[in-house]
């Protein structure tokens, strides 16, 4: 992955063996993933609704999971924006590290598709609106937010969608608006693995393609970096989240 891009390199970038975001032969022994990944290619299975169910059922789970502290890579967005900003956070899920820390100082819309997630955000981020609903399918004014974010979440969207979703961003941030997300390593095709005792469902292309779809879709990368997965466990080093900082141009 190439090097931070702006003089403000304040996220960390992959160090060690091959950045990857996950492959059957890197399973770890322990943690949430079970049964290998298996190709989601099955035309008459819904794998929106296994996700958004699958979220329903493994909501507490993933919550007690989750890394309570928000990762350092939030703050190159926080300080950018002003006290009061509209945010969007898509696929909040259960609200925590993310929407809570967003929410102590500007104005949060998480939105997610499972509403167990949401019981849990609502409960845990008090502060925040919350909307259910299929990021595809929701629709925001023109202009409406000084940033969106979106943690660990567009992966589990068809990746062909993927596009579509950067230009809807787009139409939503208002002119110099950020977009701050977790995308993809390595190019993987359409899989399911059994995460936190469901079946779960993952789509993604790997970070070069979306450096260059970000591009076409009219933003600038500003940082780049690297997370883990964002909660404890044997195998959190197997995983790695590229994460971008990107800004509207125009
Ligand atoms: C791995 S969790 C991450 C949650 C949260 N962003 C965090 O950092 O803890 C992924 C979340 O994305 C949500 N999600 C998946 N597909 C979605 C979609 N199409 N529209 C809205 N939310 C979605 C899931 O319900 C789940 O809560």
Redesign the pocket.
């Given at each position: 992955m190439t090097a931070v891009q702006s003089n403000q390199a304040t996220f960390r970038e992959p160090q060690g063996e091959t950045a990857r975001t996950r492959t059957s032969n890197a399973m770890p022994t322990s943690g949430p993933y079970h049964g290998g990944m298996e190709p989601a290619n099955d035309a008459r299975r819904d794998y929106?609704r296994l996700?958004?169910n699958g979220?329903d059922v493994c909501a507490p789970a993933?919550n007690a999971a989750?890394s309570l502290e928000p990762p350092a890579e939030l703050r190159p967005l926080m300080r950018r924006l002003p006290d009061g900003a509209q945010v969007l956070?898509?696929?909040?899920?259960?609200g925590?590290p993310?929407t809570r820390a967003l929410a102590a100082r500007f104005a949060v819309t998480g939105?997610?598709?499972?509403a167990g997630?949401l019981a849990l955000a609502r409960d845990q981020v008090p502060g925040a609106t919350f909307l259910q609903?299929?990021?595809?399918a929701c629709d925001f004014a023109a202009g409406s937010f000084d940033a969106v974010v979106?943690?660990?979440?567009i992966f589990?969207?068809p990746r062909e969608e993927h596009e579509r979703l950067f230009r809807k961003i787009h139409g939503w941030l208002r002119r110099g608006g950020y977009l701050l997300a977790t995308l993809a390593m390595t190019d993987e095709a359409a899989y399911t693995e059994e995460f936190f005792d469901v079946e779960m469902y993952w789509s993604n292309y790997g970070i070069d393609e979306y450096r260059a779809m970000l591009e076409r879709t009219g933003f600038d990368v500003l940082e780049s970096g690297v997370l883990h997965h964002?909660y404890d466990d044997e195998g959190a080093k197997a995983e790695q989240h590229p994460i971008v900082l990107a800004r509207r141009q125009d």
């Open positions: 929106r996700v958004a979220y993933y989750r956070d898509l696929g909040c899920g259960a925590v993310i939105v997610d598709v499972s997630q609903c299929d990021m595809m979106s943690f660990y979440a589990h969207l964002g």
